[in-house]
Structures are given as structure tokens and as C-alpha cells.
């Protein structure tokens, strides 16, 4: 009973942090139900089954929360937020970019269409959104949230608006996302050291000038014949550089612990560019599998000159939470779950999924500074 009640007083501290958002209290109640079911044990989390579990009779008002109701989803979503911060915060904090992918069926959800999913490892019908994490000692949490629109969307405004994407909405890349959503944690004074992302973002070498720009240290993933400048001024690919190195260049540090324990690797790394702005440095930075030496993995880094091998090395390995955030989010917090096509909707869902996995975040974390274990959840 304890915990069941500890999991419901973290779920409507944080919805009092936002209930101010919604201009009625029909909605403002039926948010607060509606993140609750969203972490019950319900084999299907649509509107539906939380409208049955908040003792309604029909899912009108769930649809409505997420449709007509008048509130403003952005807003909570810096209130999530300014509440991990708060939770989890911590000034050497990483800031994670990664994009999942949501299998939808039919043309009219908005943003859907054949199109690569990570999530599935190939081309299906879906929904593509782009998020960024936060990850602390204390836990990690998905902080902002976009939907991308390709192309054949953004190209015809009124299947746009017949899935109510404002006409103001252009056509955005993920790697302008990424940037946006960066942005946003940076106008907000977001406590964190780095930012890390796969070699889809860190492989734009505009990404990376774009960071350098901000002194935002980054340890980029990138692909094995992406080029930078040497210490002597010329252009090299990063695996030649790697190829390079003698045997006692390689170090075997953890990238950090794993659901089985530290996750080993032999690491290297060697400076680039031949110049140093502001106390900050370049380097190409190496992963080598233990079981397979020809497996390596490159990425592109920049920060303090002080910074160490197995500081890289943490920040490469932080790159997993944000899987992590996706799999728990969407095994307990319903993130995947949706039944809803228009635009404002899915950002509605998305909010309440990403407050509701905060709300999880923050009580791991008090029990984990307890000393004790990780409660269940509740039934």
C-alpha cells in the first residue's frame, strides 16, 4: 500500500506543478488520470482502456484531453522538464539526441509514411520523433520531444491541415531538431557537460561547428569515412588516423555499467585541428570490441583540454540511456501506445508519457539515494 500511494504522490506532485496550464478543471483532472494510466499495468494504454480505468463509461474525455481541450503542451513539457531537473540535475549531466520510431497503420496519422525505423531495423509505415535526454548519475529522462514531418507532408499543406499541422510548421530535418531542442535546454539553463549523439547527428559536421560555436563539449558518433583536420593541417579519415595508432595508444576502460555489469572496451584517442580556443580541444576517439578487434566505432570530441580518455569514454557509453528512456517509456509509460492522428495530439500524448516517465525517474532516484530498492510499480 505504501507504494502504491508513493507512486500516485509523485504523479500529482508533478501534475501540480502544470495543472496552472490548463484553462479548465475537467481536463486538468483527466491529465492527472490519464498519466496514472498510463504507468498502470495495462496490456493496451489507448483511450479506451484509461477512460475504463479512470471509471468512465466511454473515451470521449481522453480524446478530448488530447484533442479540443485548451492547454498548452509545450508548456508542460518545460515544466517536465524544469522537474527532472530538479530530480535528477546535475552539472555533469549529458544531454542525449536520438529519434525512435512509432509503426502506424494507414496515411492520414500526422508525419506517417515509409520510412527507416531504428526501432523496427528497417523500412515500415511510421511515425518518426525526434527526442533528447537527460542523464545524470541520479537517472535519466526524456526532456523534449519533436515530430518529424517529411517531405511528402510538409509538401502539401492541405493533407497538413487536414491532420492539423499549423501552416506555420516547415519541413525540419532531425538534425535541425536536434539543434532546436538544444537550444531550448540551453535558453533554459539546463545543468550539463556534454552532449552525445549516434553518427546520424555526428557524422553533420555542421552539428558539431554548430556546438563548437556554443563551447558545448561533444563526444559525436561518427562514420568510419567521415574526415577532420590533423594536428598538421590536412584533411584525414578518422580510421586511417585510428589504423595510426600504436598498440599502447589503446586503453581498456568501461563506457559504464549495463544491465550485466561494466561494459568493457579498448579505447583510444588522438588530437586533431592544430589550434585551441578557449581551453577547449579536439580529438578522434576510438571503441574497439574485446571479441572482435576489427569492430571499431569512431566519434569526433571537443572539450575541456583537461578532459580524460575515460571521461570520453563515460560520455560515448552515455549514449545507451536514451535507448533506455525509449524502452521504458514505452513499456511503462504508454509512449507508444497512441491512437490519435492530428499533430497537437501527438504531442499532447507524447508530454503526459514523457511527464509520467519523469515521475518514475524522480522516485528511483529518492529510493536510490535511500539506499533502497527500486520500488514496483503499482497495480
Known amino acids: 500500500m505504501r507504494q502504491v500511494e508513493s507512486w500516485r504522490e509523485a504523479l500529482a506532485g508533478l501534475h501540480a506543478r502544470f495543472a496552472s496550464r490548463f484553462a479548465r478543471s475537467e481536463p486538468r483532472g483527466r491529465a492527472l488520470e490519464y498519466m496514472a494510466g498510463l504507468v498502470a499495468p495495462l496490456e493496451c494504454k489507448n483511450g479506451w482502456s484509461l477512460a475504463e480505468r479512470a471509471g468512465e463509461a466511454h473515451p470521449i474525455g481522453m480524446q478530448r484531453l488530447l484533442g479540443e481541450a485548451d492547454w498548452d503542451a509545450d508548456s508542460v513539457r518545460d515544466d517536465v522538464r524544469d522537474f527532472v531537473i530538479e530530480s535528477i540535475g546535475d552539472k555533469d549531466a549529458v544531454l542525449i539526441g536520438d529519434d525512435t520510431g512509432f509503426l502506424k497503420k494507414g496515411v492520414r496519422s500526422a508525419g506517417v509514411q515509409r520510412q527507416y525505423s531504428g526501432t ?6 511510421c511515425q518518426i520523433g525526434t527526442f533528447l535526454a537527460y542523464a545524470s548519475r541520479r537517472g535519466r529522462a526524456l526532456i523534449d520531444r519533436e515530430l518529424y514531418l517529411p517531405k511528402s507532408w510538409t509538401d502539401d499543406r492541405e493533407r497538413c491541415r487536414a ?5 506555420e510548421v516547415p519541413f525540419a530535418t532531425k538534425i535541425e531538431h536536434f539543434q532546436a531542442m538544444l537550444q531550448r535546454a ?3 539553463k539546463v545543468p550539463f557537460a556534454w552532449v552525445t549523439a549516434d553518427e546520424a547527428y555526428g557524422q553533420v559536421k555542421r552539428v558539431r561547428s554548430w556546438l563548437e560555436q556554443r563551447a558545448v563539449a561533444h563526444v559525436l558518433a561518427t562514420k568510419v569515412n ?14 586511417a588516423l585510428v589504423a595510426g595508432l600504436p598498440r599502447q595508444a589503446w586503453k581498456r576502460v568501461s563506457a559504464g555499467a549495463g544491465a550485466h555489469g561494466h561494459r568493457f572496451y579498448d579505447w583510444a584517442r588522438m588530437p586533431i585541428r592544430i589550434w585551441w ?9 576510438a571503441r574497439r570490441s574485446l571479441t572482435d578487434p576489427t569492430e ?3 566519434y569526433v570530441c571537443y572539450g575541456p583540454v583537461g578532459t580524460r580518455l575515460r571521461d570520453l569514454a563515460r560520455v ?8 533506455e528512456c525509449f524502452q521504458a517509456a514505452k513499456n511503462e509509460c504508454g509512449l507508444d501506445h497512441y491512437q490519435v492522428r492530428r499533430y497537437d495530439a501527438w504531442y499532447r500524448h507524447i508530454t503526459l508519457s514523457m511527464a509520467a516517465l519523469a515521475a518514475l525517474t524522480a522516485i528511483r532516484a529518492q529510493e536510490l539515494s535511500k539506499g533502497a530498492a527500486i520500488l514496483d510499480k503499482p497495480a
Open 120 to 125: 523496427a531495423g528497417r523500412t515500415e509505415n
Open 163 to 167: 491532420a492539423g499541422v499549423p501552416d
Open 186 to 188: 540551453l535558453d533554459a
Open 226 to 239: 567521415d574526415t577532420v583536420i590533423t594536428t598538421r593541417g590536412a584533411e584525414a579519415r578518422v580510421d
Open 277 to 285: 580556443e578557449n581551453g577547449f580541444g579536439h580529438w578522434v576517439l
Open 296 to 298: 571499431i566505432a569512431y
Open 316 to 323: 560515448a557509453g552515455a549514449r545507451w540511456q536514451v535507448e
